[in-house]
Nanobody
Framework: QVRLVESGGRLVQDGGSLILSCVAS????????LGWFRQAPGKEREFVAS????????SYADSVKGRFTISRDNAKYTVYLRMNSLKPDDTGVYYC???????????????????WGQGTQVTVSS
């Protein structure tokens, strides 16, 4: 059973940068598609970015394209989210997610993921 633990969230100023990490334990990490989602106060959880299991193909929400980069290090069982040019609208709890799949495409639909971390808080001050 894969367990996911996020870290790296903190308070940052408008225009700042952060790198979130999500370390997995258990399972065969390379066989999992991975994603980042976020939930702002009073809003539904939304897709941020995802990365495929073997091809490294990525997908991003329009709101973060050009600012955020998702990457994975299979040897370290870790997925990263590098966030640049942060805005107050990026504030929220960020979750990483994983799903075992044979697909070579990134998984963007929240309900396809069956493994979730506990979340890490990102706050962007204006």
């Amino acid at each position: 059973q894969v367990r996911l633990v996020e870290s790296g969230g903190r308070l940052v100023q408008d225009g700042g940068s952060l790198i979130l990490s999500c370390v997995a334990s258990g399972g065969t990490f390379a066989s999992y598609a991975l994603g980042w989602f976020r939930q702002a106060p009073g809003k539904e959880r939304e897709f941020v970015a995802s990365i495929a299991r073997t091809t490294g193909l990525t997908s991003y929400a329009d709101s973060v394209k050009g600012r955020f980069t998702i990457s994975r290090d299979n040897a370290k069982y870790t997925v990263y989210l590098r966030m640049n040019s942060l805005k107050p609208d990026d504030t929220g709890v960020y979750y990483c997610a994983a799903v075992w799949t044979q697909s070579s495409n990134p998984v963007t639909w929240e309900y396809e993921y069956d493994k979730w971390g506990q979340g890490t808080q990102v706050t962007v001050s204006s």
